[in-house]
């Protein structure tokens, strides 16, 4: 990577020095098999924010996640975390720290001796760290306490359960103080109870240490509920970054669009009409408030189920036919898979409204305001 | 069992047991027959004075222990067991664990050819392997004795110096135990798992502080149960190189309890004070047992 190159790179925050947070600049990954597992020209982590990189699996996530921890060095590119290059640094010193998917808490040791083995080692290496007996207790007290870990500290790994080991990961993570703290799919080891739970506990552990969070999930749900940041990764490339509303609502390519969302969003190919105003296919037709410039004859035009209505409408917008097929509760609303004469797409209707049956033809309209176009070649998004 | 838990009958049960019983027969009569039969019969010899082939053999009570005791080789003996024991000691627990850590460190190809060339003593034949030590050890041919007069250094008699002898006869037996010990070993670190090194270099433990405080401890109960458990199995091995390379000499030197009995029973054709030597043998390593299954309980309930 040249500095030519370092410099129009469009970094968030600032034109020639490094931004604060973590950086990944230009870092790639092969391993022995020559895949490579994660090739980004510039990932960004913004200081104090609690940033989610979500994928699907083998998409480079846990491989950047790991990069940023140093237990795997990069094939070539640099690590900046606050503007220090550690690239070549060891894991243990780069000011980070790391719940690990299955937490990894060392199985002899207690609750407080797993949390405070760090310090321990500090102490030992570093007399300037300021670490006596005293100070560690202090600490091991504190993270105990913000972790409700008080009662089980002379309790070992085995003896405790799914969400008390997490917690007791997260302890040991933080007691170091962390600059940047790495979590790996802390959640996915839990059942799903305890889950929305901790889900919970990390934003307000994120908020009370107000320091950088990367975590990696293959949850879009918990992705999106969770970030300040979001970074979408597909196939060892950032797809798109930022934040999870902006990501949602203004997806960069079909697949960030269809990654993000449950059920997904629907997409169908429909003909631009010369006037450029109007798309339609089979079953579907669209009407635009202003003409569209400059794209193929066919696009592709997604909308979400939750933008439909049932209800009839006479603004500008999608109206597309079909046939239920399905009706799924959950809760909240009722989902209608339908199939249309272009093919199968979802809606979602507010559990109060009146439910279309199974076999009933419905017509959904969707406002023009919440369309999607995307280049059928590219899978790039056209801005209207 | 089924049954007689659901009707709680007088008779349900009755049957229940019978039935367990009768599962249970063939095991214990094996075990009666080739376990707990020659023990027994051992022992009714150790009271008699036989010579394994007359007829009549002559009740004596204890005198055949006293024997054990008043003379001084059987004392001698078990000293040397003691010796042996402690000098095994470490090639069955530091030593392979060390290499099996060093190899589970650094996985690959170059790794598993090594694994696989220190098992090569496992599969040596026993005999085979002493008559080779045999000739490399040899005095004055010996390829020994040979590089140490090519170098300046004096010629040493291996075998025959009774200083030398014991330690050469652990030396030529403990390849075996190392080489599957650390097969075990090997085995037990693939239950560790490999993200508790990566949390301790989170923790910036360097590599001897992860070994020590982090890979060695998630092996403690390997290491007391393969220490033991080599306590166990060395003896035969130990036997086949003891009687081919010195017999027991020079001066029972190299002697330890086994070859001793196999002395009395097979060049004395003293059958009774060869089976009390066997019953104290027992004895002893049935008392060393129950002290291993007591700390290793306390071990268990103090985690």
């Not at chain 1, 990069?74 to 900046?80: Q, S």
């Not at chain 1, 060392?106 to 300037?128: C, D, Q, W």
């Not at chain 2, 095991?27 to 394994?52: E, H, K, M, Q, R």
């Amino acid at each position: 990577m040249t500095s030519a190159k370092l410099i129009e790179s469009p970094v968030p925050g600032a034109e020639n020095a490094p931004p604060a947070g973590v950086l990944l600049d230009g870092v790639s990954k092969r391993f022995d098999s020559g895949r490579a597992a994660l090739d980004v020209a510039s990932l960004h982590v913004p200081s104090g924010s609690l940033t989610v990189f979500v994928g699907p699996s083998g998409c480079g996530k846990t491989t950047a996640l790991r990069i940023v921890s140093g237990l795997e060095e990069p094939t070539a590119g640099r690590v900046l975390i606050d503007g220090t290059d550690v690239t070549h640094a060891p894991p243990g010193r780069r000011g980070v720290s790391m719940v690990f998917q299955d937490f990894a808490l060392y199985p002899h040791m207690t609750v407080e001796r797993n949390i405070s083995f760090g310090l321990r080692l500090a102490a030992k290496h570093r007399s300037e760290s300021g670490l006596d007996s005293a100070e560690i207790e202090r600490r091991v007290t504190q993270a105990c306490e913000s972790l409700g870990l008080t009662a089980l500290r002379r309790r070992r790994p085995g003896q405790l359960s799914g969400g008390e080991r997490q917690r007791v990961g997260l302890a040991r993570a933080i007691v170091r103080r962390p600059k940047v703290l790495l979590l790996d799919e802390p959640l996915s080891a839990l059942d799903a109870q305890l889950r929305q739970q901790a889900r919970a506990e990390l934003v307000r552990l994120h908020r009370e240490l107000g320091n950088t969070v990367v975590l990696v999930t293959h949850d879009q749900l918990e992705a999106l509920s969770m970030a300040t940041h979001l970074v979408v990764l597909s196939k060892g490339h950032v797809l798109q970054a930022g934040s999870p509303a902006e990501v949602y609502r203004r997806p960069q390519d079909e697949f960030v669009a269809t990654f993000l969302g449950s059920p997904p969003m629907n997409l169908a190919t429909v003909t631009v009409h010369d006037t450029g105003d109007r798309l339609t296919a089979p079953g579907l037709g669209a009407r635009l408030p202003r003409p569209l410039r400059g794209v193929p004859a066919e696009v592709r035009l997604g909308w979400r189920p939750g933008d439909g209505t049932l209800r009839h409408t006479e603004a500008p917008g999608l109206v597309a036919d079909g046939v239920v097929d399905l009706v799924e509760f959950t809760g909240d609303a009722m989902i209608a898979q339908c199939t249309g004469d272009s093919g199968r797409w979802a809606v979602t209707v507010p559990a109060n409204d009146p439910v279309p049956a199974a076999g009933e033809p419905v017509r959904v309209h969707v406002p023009a305001e919440r369309l999607h176009l995307f280049d059928p070649a590219t899978g790039m998004r056209l801005e209207a | 069992m089924t049954l007689a838990t659901q009707t709680k009958a007088g008779p349900a049960r009755k049957t229940g047991s019978a039935l367990a019983w009768l599962y249970f027969t063939p095991a214990i009569v094996s075990l009666l027959i080739w376990v707990y039969g020659p023990l027994l019969f051992t022992a009714v010899l150790s009271f008699l004075d036989w010579n394994l082939v007359s007829p009549d053999a002559a009740w004596q009570g204890l005198r055949n222990y006293g024997t054990l005791v008043t003379q001084p080789e059987f004392g001698n003996a078990a000293w040397n067991t003691v010796l042996y024991g402690l000098c095994v000691l470490p090639f069955a627990t530091v030593v392979p664990c060390a290499l099996a850590i060093a190899m589970w460190k650094r996985p690959g190809r170059a790794s598993e050819i090594y694994r696989m060339l220190l098992f090569l003593p496992v599969v040596v034949a026993p005999v085979a392997n002493a008559l080779a030590w045999q000739f490399i050890l040899d005095p004055l041919h010996g390829a020994v004795n040979q590089t140490l007069r090519a170098v300046g250094l004096p010629a040493v008699n291996w075998l025959g110096d009774p200083h030398t002898a014991l330690l050469t006869i652990v030396a030529v037996t403990v390849p075996k135990v190392v080489a599957l010990n650390t097969l075990l070993f090997g085995a037990a670190l693939a239950n560790v798992d490999r993200r508790t090194v990566e949390a301790a270099r989170m923790d910036d433990a360097r590599e001897g502080e992860i070994t020590r405080a982090v890979v060695i401890p998630q092996l403690r109960r390997t290491m007391i149960l393969l220490g033991m458990l080599s306590l166990v199995v060395v003896w035969p091995w130990l036997f086949t190189n003891i009687s081919v390379l010195t017999r027991g000499g020079p001066s029972n030197a190299t002697d330890n309890v086994y070859f001793r009995l196999y002395t009395y029973a097979f060049t004395f054709f003293d059958a009774g004070t060869a089976s009390a030597a066997a019953i104290v043998i027992a004895v002893a390593f049935g008392l060393l047992l129950a002290g291993y299954a007591f700390l290793s309980r306390r071990f268990r309930a103090s985690r």
